[in-house]
């Protein structure tokens, strides 16, 4: 699977941005998708994942009612609509996609996006 994400950019806080990840290669139904997020000097941090149907989602506790994933399989596209951005959001945000279950934990995810930037100006 090739994961490409678009969407990133600068934003006030209390500002929105929606995440877009473009699937391709493989049937994108079949696979688990997740959002991760890098900052600067920070490790990688799990921020939401969707189960293949979009009918079970799991998020970080620092997005929890501030984001939302979502995906549509006929198009072969995942979302995350962020809402209420904090600076702390700031980092470099990747899709990524596995078959394992649905999971915080970034090596169970076998393809990953090369990442959008999103920056939250204070």
């Known amino acids: 699977v090739q994961l490409v994400e678009s969407g990133g950019g600068l934003v006030q806080a209390g500002g929105s941005l929606r995440l877009s990840c473009a699937a391709s290669?493989?049937?994108?139904?079949?696979?688990?998708m997740g959002w991760f997020r890098q900052a600067p000097g920070k490790e990688r941090e799990f921020v939401a994942a969707?189960?293949?149907?979009?009918?079970?989602?799991y998020y970080a506790d620092s997005v929890k009612g501030r984001f939302t994933i979502s995906r549509d399989n006929a198009k072969n596209t995942g979302n995350l609509q962020m809402n209420s951005l904090k600076p702390e959001d700031t980092a470099v945000y990747y899709c990524?996609?596995?078959?394992?279950?649905?999971?915080?934990?970034?090596?169970?995810?076998?393809?990953w996006g090369q990442g959008t930037q999103v920056t939250v100006s204070s």
């Open positions: 969707i189960n293949w149907s979009g009918s079970y989602t």
């Open positions: 990524a996609a596995g078959q394992a279950r649905l999971s915080s934990d970034y090596r169970l995810y076998d393809y």
């Open positions: 290669g493989r049937t994108f139904s079949r696979y688990i």
